[in-house]
């Protein structure tokens, strides 16, 4: 069977690319990080999720991106803003570096595995502005990695795979809810408590909720309020 390693959070997007590589025949080897974020709950949901989405195996990294901090998801002296972030502008909830780093982790992984793909839930459509969501990102990333590795250097190649880039948010919902993802056991909000609930005003709460709403999928968040 052809093995993938799966980059997952505990929230919507990268369980919906579990599930996903999974309904491609893939053996999915999940990683997620423990890098100084904000909330653990997001860790334990991505725990459940790839058991319940049957991964092969699941590692938790531990970075510490809060020792550079310049992210409110970092830094605790950095509110969570909870109003629209103006057209143009990268939110303060951008990790510097995150995607950069996670990948490269996932990189190495990959071919200490033998695995040719690497699946992460980017998304640049209902997304937050970041910059290491976007097409060229990814393009240039993949370049990169079959120049870096010995797996490339041999012609066996590298692949990273976003199925979600150009999709709406109630697009992937409509996509997970067909293959059976319990969106309930997900956590998408940047400020969830310790049971997981979520605040309902942040921008991922936002964007969420208003992708079940345009899905026409019923909400199965629990909200603090």
Known sequence: MKKAVVLVSGGLDSTTVLAIAKSQGFECYTMSFDYGQRHRSE?????????????????????DLSAIGGSALTDDNIAVPEEETAEGEIPIT???????????????????????????????????????????FIAAFQCMANLATKAGVEGKGLRIQTPLINLTKAEIIQKGSKLGVDYSKTISCYQADEQGRACGRCDSCRLRKQGFADAGVNDPTMYQN
Do not use: Q
């Open 94 to 136: 951008y990790v510097p570096a995150r995607n950069t780093v996670f990948l490269s982790i996932a990189m190495g992984w990959a071919e200490v595995l033998g695995s040719s793909d690497i699946f992460i839930g980017v998304n640049a459509v209902d997304y937050s502005g970041y910059p290491d969501c976007r097409p060229d």
């Open 43 to 63: 860790l334990r949901a991505a725990n459940d999720t790839a058991e319940l989405l049957g991964a092969k195996s699941h590692k938790v990294i531990k970075l």
